[in-house]
Every structure is written in structure tokens, then in C-alpha cells.
């Protein structure tokens, strides 16, 4: 008996609402298996997604137009160092 009709038999004998937690899983490691067969290459913007979130929430437009003048400020404590 080959393990796909072992799991095939196994999953018979499951409660009707446990067999979505078995395909679920089955659909996970497929597409486990598919995305490491085409891994991103480095260096591209796709791979760098992410990279950029925030934790906190995004400011706002009037917190962007303070942030220069610290970061000027920041600027030229840094080069008096």
C-alpha cells in the first residue's frame, strides 16, 4: 500500500469537519514545496518586500514636515562629532 492510500484510508476514518485541517495542511506543504523550487534571486526589489514595514502605524503629514528639521539637527550634532 503505497502512503498516499494509507492517508487516503486515514483521513476516511476522520470526523467530516477534521478532513478541511487535513487538506489545509496538504495545500501548505505543496506550496511550501513550490515556492522553495523558485527561490526569489537577491538583489531584487521583490526580494527586499517587507524590509520597509513599520510596527507602529505610518506618520502623518505633519509629522513628515518636523521630521527634516530633526533630522538636520541630527545632521550636524553627528558631524561636529
Known amino acids: 500500500m503505497t502512503a498516499a492510500e494509507k492517508l487516503n484510508q486515514l483521513i476516511q476514518t476522520l ?4 478532513i478541511p485541517e487535513v487538506q489545509d495542511f496538504a495545500e501548505f506543504l505543496q ?7 523558485h527561490p526569489i534571486p537577491s538583489g531584487t526589489l ?33 558631524h561636529q562629532r
Open 15 to 18: 470526523p467530516e469537519n477534521q
Open 46 to 78: 521583490t526580494g527586499l518586500r517587507g524590509i520597509a514595514k513599520r510596527p507602529e502605524p505610518a506618520p502623518s503629514d505633519d509629522e513628515l514636515q518636523v521630521q527634516p528639521n530633526i533630522n538636520r539637527r541630527l545632521g550636524a550634532t553627528q
Open 31 to 37: 506550496q511550501k514545496q513550490l515556492t522553495s523550487i
